[in-house]
């Protein structure tokens, strides 16, 4: 079993920027095949970013040059720092690791006011 834990959300002016975390746990801990995914009020949940073995990382369109994702092996947590902030990108923010099988954390808020 593993266990997803999100941290760093919260409210934010636009222009801003937050690092939100993802920290894995339990018996199938693992943080090699991460990926990012928000779900505004109203609208369906996307991808953010992911990355995966090897250090690869894509990211949507829609993020890509203010959002980063990076990966800490030692800590087991993969981070999306987040710059330039807007309004749009207000959402709930859900992290998903694979082994095996997929797993979901809980998620966090983010809130950009304008």
């Known amino acids: 079993q593993m266990q997803l834990a999100e941290s760093g959300g919260g409210l934010v002016q636009a222009g801003g920027s937050l690092r939100l975390s993802c920290t894995a746990s339990g018996k199938s801990a693992s943080v090699t095949a991460v990926a990012w995914h928000r779900q505004a009020p109203g609208k369906e949940r996307e991808l953010v970013a992911r990355?995966?073995?090897?250090?690869?990382?894509s990211y949507a369109d829609s993020v890509r040059g203010r959002f980063t994702i990076s990966r800490d092996y030692f800590k087991n947590t993969v981070y999306l720092q987040m710059s330039s902030l807007k309004p749009e990108d207000t959402a709930v923010y859900y992290c998903?690791?694979?082994?095996?099988?997929?797993?979901w954390g809980q998620g966090i808020q983010v809130t950009v006011s304008s």
């Open positions: 990355i995966v073995g090897g250090g690869t990382t």
């Open positions: 998903n690791s694979f082994n095996g099988r997929l797993y």
